[in-house]
């Protein structure tokens, strides 16, 4: 499975505690922790694999390999799929 | 010119007539009706509100009179218009004041869009501005008209309307409509307040309108800078707290009490995270106005010091 970011030309906004995130192609505000920021963040540069952008993440929050739970990291994916901001496809590469 | 340069007979003519020009804060609006009572409370009330220049543009053309037809004559009603329109079911004769009180305020929320309009009241005093953001219910126009009339200068009880060129506050000083219970605090509070007459069982409970202090009036073309925002809460009986907010919960609070956040997109986004950014930010419960005032004093006394 590989994520790739679906919102343009976000607006941030880092408050310290949380992430203020303005998605112009809906007009929604959105606020974020920093697990959700930084995974929206890591794709920014492009798609990425799942488990890459999970280690990306757990990079970027200073934390070791593997120390992200992956429910955490899955439910946070999966709410920026909700809100338009990341889709996600079949790894071609892995299913071939 | 004010409305009370205008006799009663002058004034309640005009209303019947072409109407009345009424300039409140950044809008002109001009006021018809036909409906005698009405204009008694109108000319009471808006007695020191200015008449703005004659050839000066009206941002909204409204109106409360008597409906049409046949209706005329079974019930004695009043309509609240708009540029012609009528989006509101009639109310009985008796509530017309409101009635147009709060059809001007639906004016602003739906029409005002090239301002951030913020449901909140705000006051100001030394130049910086305490804005309360809150939903109906919280006694922020209760602590409002009790500021005002503490030093406090009113820039409006239901309106934080924010200029998006530099995210001053623009006044708008119009009656504060006091609801039920509040009406008797503020009579108690403050015996010299100008308040109204009681409007009894409108869809609102039992309403009575202060008259701002003179210098507010005066002095509504004066904007004023942001520099608290304070979400109020009146608990019965409950000791007073003022306690520090995270700027996250307070721009959520913030943008969720906007009446056009959505509309105006990016740039409501950037005013309202630059006017969180820009102020410190408390949560205020309070059962006793004499408690709440000092405190708010003690806080703009601070900065001065």
């Not at chain 1, 757990?58 to 992956?70: H, S, T, Y």
């Not at chain 2, 409370?41 to 004659?54: D, G, R």
Request: proline share 6%; aromatic share 8%; net charge negative.
């Amino acid at each position: 499975m590989i994520l790739m970011a679906a919102g343009r030309g976000l607006i941030w906004q880092d408050w310290g505690d949380v992430y203020l995130v303005y998605q112009p192609s809906s007009a929604e505000t959105h606020v974020f922790n920093e697990t959700t920021a930084q995974i929206l963040k890591c794709l920014e540069h492009g798609s990425l694999s799942t488990a890459t952008a999970k280690e990306r993440t757990e990079a970027a929050l200073g934390v070791d390999l593997g120390e992200l739970a992956a429910d955490d990291f899955a439910f946070a994916t999966m709410r920026l799929e909700e809100l338009g901001l990341v889709e996600s496809a079949d790894d071609v590469s892995t299913a071939q | 010119m004010n409305v009370g340069d205008l006799n009663r007979r002058e004034f309640g003519e005009q209303l019947a007539g072409d109407g009345v020009a009424l300039q409140f804060g950044p809008f002109n609006l001009r006021l018809r009706s036909d409906l005698d009572s009405f204009a008694a409370h109108a000319h009471q009330l808006y007695e020191p509100y200015p008449l703005p220049e004659t050839t000066a543009i009206c941002d909204f053309h409204v109106q409360i009179c008597a409906p049409r037809g046949l209706r005329r004559w079974l019930r004695r009603q009043a309509c609240f218009g708009v540029d012609g329109q009528f989006p509101f079911a009639p109310y009985t004769v008796e509530h017309a004041f409101p009635a147009l009180e709060w059809g001007i305020n639906w004016c602003v929320a739906t029409r005002a869009h090239h301002l951030l309009l913020l449901h909140s009241a705000a006051v100001e005093r030394n130049g910086r501005a305490i804005l309360f953001p809150a939903s109906p219910g919280n006694g922020k126009s209760t602590l409002c008209t009790a500021l005002v009339h503490s030093g406090w200068r009113l820039l409006s009880d239901e309106f934080g309307l924010v200029r998006p060129e530099d995210g001053l506050l623009l006044p708008i000083p119009r009656l504060i409509p006091l609801k039920n219970e509040s009406i008797d605090v503020i009579r108690r509070f403050r015996p010299e307040a100008i308040i109204g007459p009681s409007f009894l069982a409108t869809r609102k409970g039992t309403v009575a309108h202060v008259r701002p202090p003179l210098d507010s009036i005066r002095r509504a073309q004066e904007p004023a800078r942001p520099r608290w925002l304070i979400f109020p809460r009146w608990v019965s009986g409950a000791p007073l707290t003022l306690e520090p907010m995270s700027r996250s919960q307070a721009f959520l609070m913030v943008a969720t009490n906007a009446f056009n956040y959505d509309v105006l997109d990016e740039t409501a986004f950037r005013l309202v995270t630059d006017m969180v950014h820009a102020c410190d930010c408390y949560s205020l419960v309070y059962s006793d106005l004499n408690e709440a005032i000092p405190a708010l004093d003690e806080l703009c006394n601070s900065m001065d010091r």
